[in-house]
């Protein structure tokens, strides 16, 4: 056999057991020859292969439900078939005792709280899930999303720039999340980085390829390439990944709007790198064994050691990405002890011969880049459907490997046997404890410590009456709210609590005193927090003598101190094995092969729907990164926790890439061998690649300068408008903001702009010219410099004045005066001394000649000012916040007239571009804008209004009701979601959205017509897409022009009107 017929044996054979282990995993079948029938049946097809498998068991009778779900509980030894053991827990419940019946109750709660322990996912929440993707995955085997929005792009470039040396973004084009997360995680090793930049395709093959492989395999290499240059040297914040995708979409046989399974998707894509690099080592090779790095980087060697029907063997195999059951385990360790030996394996330690047959795995050789598969979906037989796996799984960040190795074999058997040993001795000692902190035969149990101690307080009560009913007053109605206390004492001594009620006092009169006197409110222990004082006495035994009481009290008081010292010493031996258990591998001898966590891929949704990002750490600034498609952000090793280790919102580890920490050039930047340097961007690129890139980002800055271009021409456009508005004399302020805020701003923005010159305009001239007769009455003799001067002052004072008043919400002064709202903000002097000169230079001031004189010397003031003295930019800017700020009203107060109109679709829009712009401006300062809460509440409201109408047109069930309702939801609810979750510090708005989920989600078990039910499976994967990408929206509604008086007296009308119809509830 030559050379290459021996390297494409093994990989034809590495191959096959790669499919074996996706089909054993998806399928949970253990039987190998029904598994590689299935492979031969299907021509190695995995999605055939599935249906084949699939519909196999689906004529093979199954499971009663009680097996089933016995088989699926957490705790379950996955190596022990079921029946083979008798339960010591089973209770039969088909007798009459009631006993049994409480003892099985008791006996589900403790399976249900320990199940709620050990994974923090309730059996309901558990159950709900299973329904839910049940439901979902109904009537299709892989449902298609028919989700088409994609992320569109600002139309500004500059906002696609690429900020210093920040990493690049990968753009979504249409669910490939899981490309981006896969490809970031690859590329952020720089070895690989180097490999795939630096390929040059094979010299024979660069003509015509030679076969399918070679056809498919090398212009996807090329594309890499391109992308991968890209993401090293773009100026953009993002590049486009599609030239790349469209090759893979003819290998995955899917449309383009269904989502890729990650582990999938690796395992084609280092086939493909493999084979690619195969090719080219072939053709390097000169008569040697070819070298390929693919293999060198990702794939290691295993030895499995076992026995088949009491036969022993030896086989070593080579593996790539190491696929781990999650089902059952708390941790990576254990998920790999588990995986190291699959069934019985007592006589691999033994010379008898025995008919047991198991085998244990152990790494002979481990790869630079260790790849593990968690195992987080899993194929139901029994429903013949998939489902995800919510379990909490924890994973270090430094993981040694050594009790694993073969050259460790000897030390690591006799680590597990004491582990076992340990364990055996643990779950002894815990189950003792839990019979004193568990004490009872019923259904309620209490600490034992807690029970003497309950029953030394009963001995010691005094008692208080013959009789627990005698105190009771006979007289009150049923249902009253009130109960008698005892009375005091008729004689001169203090009253005694013990005395019955029936030995003082006498006569109907004095009765009926008392009763007036001692009714009380009944204690209700869930709305009140403390006990009344004069609550009667609690239970005391009627009859207990002085030597009864002190023996008893002897007995109960050393029965309790010796149950505290059994409970802290078992709690101590406890504490101590898992102690022992931790240290166990914790000897220099057994840290020698330390993996880093290079990166975490994340799957966040259900078993046929959801969104992928990637956690990769940053060795060069010590920090873990974010890479979510287009957005790459700093992050923790806290957020990664939460994401990725499960039992919350749905998020979980798919992928973990551990790296070898002593092979460092994996991760090394390179260096110029002349002069030393760590070479970076443009350099590290090959000669094509780099002129590749270099026009690109000519293209990048070609496309910023002619936006430039087009906003100079616009703003020169603006400026011939004014000028031809100001020679026609029209008054000031007659065009509104243009509502793009990347458009230039004008050159003198005016700070009343209004689309009603008559009512502000007006309004504004009186306010400026009884300014200037107040002071041309303080001083008559003025030239018009100092008039002016005056006039400003007294102007600036009125305004001061109403910037400092406390004001309710319903009188809202920045409203009032661009000037009120820049004192509230604090802007620089100067920007609020040029307002005021402009308001004060307005042709239309007046027509006597001292308002004349004055706004001559004002518009020559203004021309005096230099560019130096007042920065018109951030004049400008000022100003553009302003008129913001105003539409930002306008946006709020239509949207809650139309709210408490109960017109809740119209409202919804103007109070989505209310909260935005609003945010926006707080970003810059808290006085910037409205509050935030309180729109965020009724935005929140008012898509709860509109989620609960859809649900009603739904619910009806006839044709064009349920489309109108589907309809909704798609344009406005599910297109607002992201908007809800996209700031996770805002719980509300989660609820709120889980609330709308759940809503949709309860249709699932109900009985509906299958036209429905495909409806409803086509819409929830919409709905329950967990992304926070926001998709492209709605225009903002067109807003209507409001006078300054008009505006506050609507705005005031408002909120007062909401002020008269808050509750308690809104929060508020």
């Known amino acids: 056999m030559t050379v290459e017929q021996n390297v494409l044996q093994q990989h034809s054979q590495k191959h096959q057991q790669t499919l074996l282990n996706q089909l054993r995993e998806v399928t949970g079948t253990t039987d190998v020859q029904l598994l590689q029938q299935a492979l031969q049946a299907s021509n190695g097809d995995l999605a055939e292969a599935v249906a084949f498998l699939t519909e196999k068991n689906a004529k093979v009778p199954q499971q009663d439900e009680a097996t089933y779900y016995q088989t699926a509980q957490i705790n379950n030894d996955r190596y022990i078939s079921v029946g083979s053991q008798a339960d010591t827990n089973v209770i039969d419940l088909t007798g009459d005792d009631k006993d049994d019946l409480q003892r099985a109750i008791a006996l589900s709660l403790e399976e249900s709280n320990r199940a709620f322990r050990e994974t923090g996912i309730t059996d309901e929440e558990q159950a709900i899930s299973r329904v839910l993707?049940?439901?979902?995955?109904e009537n299709k085997a892989s449902l298609k999303r028919t989700h088409t929005e994609v992320w569109t792009d600002s139309p500004n470039p500059h906002d696609r720039k690429r900020q210093q040396n920040c990493p690049v973004g990968l753009k979504n084009v249409g669910n490939t999340c899981w490309f981006s997360a896969v490809i970031q995680s690859l590329f952020n090793l720089l070895e690989f980085q180097r490999l795939v930049l630096h390929y040059s395709p094979p010299a024979r093959v660069q003509d015509l390829p030679r076969n399918q492989k070679e056809h498919r395999n090398l212009p996807f290499m090329q594309e890499l390439r391109c992308l991968f240059s890209l993401l090293v040297g773009s100026k953009r914040k993002y590049v486009d990944p599609s030239r790349a995708v469209e090759i893979l979409k003819d290998a995955f046989k899917s449309s383009e709007s269904q989502q890729q399974d990650v582990s999938e998707f690796t395992h084609k894509l280092l086939d493909w790198l493999e084979d690619a690099f195969q090719i080219k080592a072939e053709e390097d090779r000169e008569g040697e064994k070819p070298k390929n790095p693919m293999v060198d980087l990702f794939y290691g060697r295993f030895l499995a050691v076992g026995v088949l029907e009491g036969k022993k063997f030896e086989n070593t195999e080579m593996f790539g990405q190491y696929p781990l059951q999650v089902n059952g385990f708390k941790d990576l360790h254990e998920c790999l002890e588990a995986a190291m030996i699959e069934g019985e394996i007592e006589s691999l330690h033994s010379a008898?011969?025995?008919?047991?047959?198991?085998?244990?795995?152990?790494?002979?050789?481990?790869?630079?880049v260790l790849t593990f598969e968690l195992s987080r979906f899993e194929f139901n037989q029994t429903l013949g459907r998939p489902e995800k796996i919510h379990n909490k799984l924890e994973f270090p960040s430094m993981l040694y490997m050594d009790r694993y190795m073969d050259r460790n074999r000897d030390i690591t058997r006799i680590k597990r046997e004491e582990i076992r040993r340990l364990k055996e001795h643990l779950t002894v000692l815990q189950q003792r404890l839990e019979r004193y902190l568990s004490y009872g035969s019923g259904p309620k149990r209490f600490p034992l410590a807690d029970v003497l101690q309950y029953a030394m307080e009963f001995a010691s009560s005094k008692p208080v009456c013959t009789s627990p009913v005698e105190d009771i007053d006979t007289t009150v109605p049923p249902g009253a709210t009130t109960a008698q206390v005892p009375p005091p004492a008729s004689t001169g001594e203090q009253p005694d609590a013990s005395v019955p009620p029936e030995c003082s006092g006498s006569g109907p009169q004095a009765q009926q005193q008392q009763q007036q006197q001692q009714r009380i409110s009944i204690h209700k222990p869930f709305t009140q927090s403390r006990v009344p004082p004069d609550l009667p006495m609690h239970p005391a035994p009627r009859h207990i003598s002085e030597e009864e009481l002190r023996v008893l009290e002897g007995c109960l008081h050393r029965w309790r101190s010796e149950v505290e010292n059994d409970t802290r010493d078992l709690q101590a031996s406890i504490s101590r094995i898992h102690r022992t258990i931790e240290l166990m591998y914790s000897d220099k001898s057994m840290m020698q092969a330390p993996y880093r966590l290079h990166a975490v891929l994340v799957h966040e949704g259900q078993a046929n729907a959801g969104h992928y990002w990637a956690y990769i750490f940053d060795p060069h600034q010590q920090r873990w990164m974010k890479y979510n498609d287009i957005s790459v952000t700093k992050s923790s090793?806290?957020?990664?926790?939460?994401?990725?280790f499960g039992g919350y919102r749905n998020a979980s580890a798919y992928c973990l890439?551990?790296?070898d920490d002593k092979k460092p050039f994996l991760i090394e930047e390179e260096f110029d061998k002349e002069t030393g340097q760590m070479l970076s961007g443009l350099d590290k690129l090959p000669p094509d690649l780099k002129e590749y890139v270099e026009a690109d980002n000519k293209l990048?800055?070609?496309?910023?300068?002619?936006?430039?271009?087009?906003?100079?021409?616009?703003?020169?456009?603006e400026k011939l408008a004014l000028a031809a508005a100001s020679v026609a004399a029209q008054p000031m302020s007659t065009e509104p903001c243009p509502p793009d805020n990347t458009a230039a701003p004008q050159h003198d923005p005016e700070y009343m702009e209004q689309?009603?010159?008559?009512?502000?305009?007006k309004h504004l001239q009186e306010d400026t010219e009884r300014a200037i007769s107040k002071a041309a009455a303080e001083h008559d003799e003025k030239s018009p410099e100092a008039l002016l001067n005056t006039a400003m002052k007294v102007e600036y004072t009125r305004l001061l004045r109403f910037a400092q008043e406390d004001t309710p919400p319903e009188r809202d002064y920045r409203l009032l005066h661009v000037i009120v709202y820049f004192i509230h903000n604090q802007a620089p002097k100067k920007i609020v001394e040029r307002t005021l000169l402009v308001q004060f230079a307005d042709r239309n001031l007046g027509f006597d000649e001292r308002c004349k004189s004055i706004m001559k010397v004002a518009r020559a003031k203004l021309e005096l000012i230099k560019p130096d003295e007042v920065n018109m930019e951030e004049y400008e800017m000022w100003h553009q916040d302003y008129m913001k700020f105003r539409d930002t009203t306008v946006f709020l107060l239509i949207g809650l007239e139309l709210f408490l109109k109960k017109s809740y679709m119209d409202s919804l829009m103007y109070l989505i571009y209310a909260y935005q712009y609003n945010k926006e401006l707080l970003a810059k300062g808290p006085y910037r804008g409205h509050e935030e809460e309180m729109i965020a509440h009724y935005r929140r409201e008012c898509l709860l209004k509109v989620n609960e109408h859809a649900a009603a047109l739904f619910e009806t069930g006839e044709e064009t009701k349920v489309n109108a309702g589907l309809s909704i939801m798609n344009e406005l609810v599910v297109a607002c979601i992201p908007l809800l979750l996209v700031d996770e510090m805002e719980e509300k708005d989660m609820v709120a959205v889980e609330d709308m989920r759940n809503r949709w989600c309860s249709y699932l078990g109900q009985e509906m017509e299958p036209n429905l039910q495909e409806k409803l499976t086509d819409f929830l994967p919409k709905l329950l897409d967990c992304s926070t990408e926001i998709k492209s929206f709605h225009d903002h509604p067109k807003l209507p022009s409001y006078s300054t008086l008009e505006l506050c007296e609507r705005y005031g009308r408002v909120m007062t009107s909401l002020t008269l119809s808050r509750t308690p509830a809104d929060g508020r």
């Open 133 to 137: 993707e049940a439901s979902i995955a």
């Open 700 to 717: 990048f800055e070609k496309e910023m300068e002619e936006w430039d271009a087009l906003q100079a021409r616009k703003l020169q456009q």
């Open 637 to 644: 090793w806290e957020e990664l926790v939460r994401d990725s």
């Open 657 to 659: 890439m551990y790296i």
């Open 352 to 368: 008898e011969n025995s008919a047991k047959s198991g085998q244990e795995h152990w790494f002979t050789e481990l790869p630079p």
């Open 755 to 761: 689309q009603s010159p008559t009512g502000d305009s």
